[in-house]
């Protein structure tokens, strides 16, 4: 992997859990299409929305009240959609340019709807539901699902099944592993993975690398991303570094199904590397 002290992702991924901003790792990964980004500024901008909600929530303690508020003022006063005319865009992905077109996929919108909302004092936490980012709202006895691709709607069971079916044009069961919680570092990697099918579909293979290794940096323990890692590797001609990757995705994975494939790939890599020596 690249050298850790040329790029400031490093030092935040490497924070716990608890001490993580996730408005400032999503900065942190725009700044990498973005190098004169200002961080700070969109931080201000958040805290000053966080700051109108907050004025109109602080009188009452019903969860559905502090919703309806939030959900009136990010999608009506402040014009927040999901960008369903553009949804693959590359800049879908950086909160940045969320931030100022107002538009984005349901992960970037999510993390303007989660950190408008915790920074007003709400309990709001991110779900990685399969192939539709979500959010929760999160009390002892209540949890509130909620689409804010779709304006901050209330998501039932049903929505819930008809989203799944949606997604996979096939009859998938609903799970509560598909309503797990997301920690931020989870959320941020799945905002480098999208980037990381973006990069690759535009054969910008060295920045693709880049979103991929710092998936690393965030979960190195996220078995299926060190194969994705070794194919591009590969594609950037560091063998390698594809080779070792290749081998801690079998290290981790234990027997996986495509195994024998991904050996062969090793043996190829070896096999090209004794040629290029």
Same mark, same amino acid.
């Given at each position: &992997?690249?050298?850790?002290?040329?790029?400031?992702?490093?030092?935040?991924?490497?924070?716990?859990?608890?001490? &993580?901003?996730?408005? &400032?790792?999503?900065l942190l990964i725009a700044q990498g299409e973005y190098p004169e980004l200002n961080i700070e500024a969109y931080l201000r901008q958040l805290d000053e929305m966080a700051d109108a909600v907050r004025e109109q929530i602080q009188a009452t303690t019903l969860p559905e009240q502090h919703i309806a508020e939030?959900?009136?003022?990010?999608f009506e006063e402040k014009g927040f959609t999901g960008n369903i005319d553009n949804y693959y865009a590359l800049g879908n992905n950086f909160l940045n340019i969320v931030l100022e077109q107002k538009t984005g996929i349901p992960i970037t919108l999510a993390v303007v709807y989660i950190e408008v909302g915790r920074r007003a004092g709400l309990p709001l936490v991110g779900i990685n539901f399969p192939g539709h980012f979500l959010v929760k709202y999160r009390l002892e006895h209540l949890d509130i699902l909620l689409d804010v691709f779709e304006n901050g709607m209330l998501m039932t069971e049903d929505t819930l099944r008809s989203k799944l079916q949606a997604n996979f044009e096939e009859s998938v069961s609903l799970a509560p592993s598909m309503l797990a919680e997301a920690t931020d570092k989870e959320i941020l990697a799945r905002i480098l993975r999208n980037?990381?099918?973006?990069?690759?579909?535009?054969?910008?293979?060295?920045?693709?690398?880049?979103a991929a290794e710092r998936i690393m940096w965030l979960l190195p323990e996220a078995?299926?991303?060190?194969?994705?890692?070794?194919?591009?590797?590969?594609?950037?001609?560091?063998?390698?570094?594809s080779i070792t990757a290749f081998e801690t995705y079998l290290q981790l994975a234990k027997e996986p199904p495509d195994a024998a494939a991904v050996e062969r790939n090793i043996q190829q890599l070896q096999k090209l590397l004794s040629r290029l020596n």
């Open positions: &992997m690249r050298n850790p002290k040329t790029d400031p992702f490093f030092s935040f991924a490497n924070l716990d859990n608890s001490e &993580m901003q996730l408005a &400032m790792g999503a939030l959900n009136r003022y990010l980037l990381t099918r973006a990069y690759t579909l535009l054969e910008k293979y060295d920045k693709a690398v880049t078995t299926g991303d060190y194969r994705t890692l070794g194919y591009l590797y590969y594609k950037n001609h560091a063998y390698h570094k």
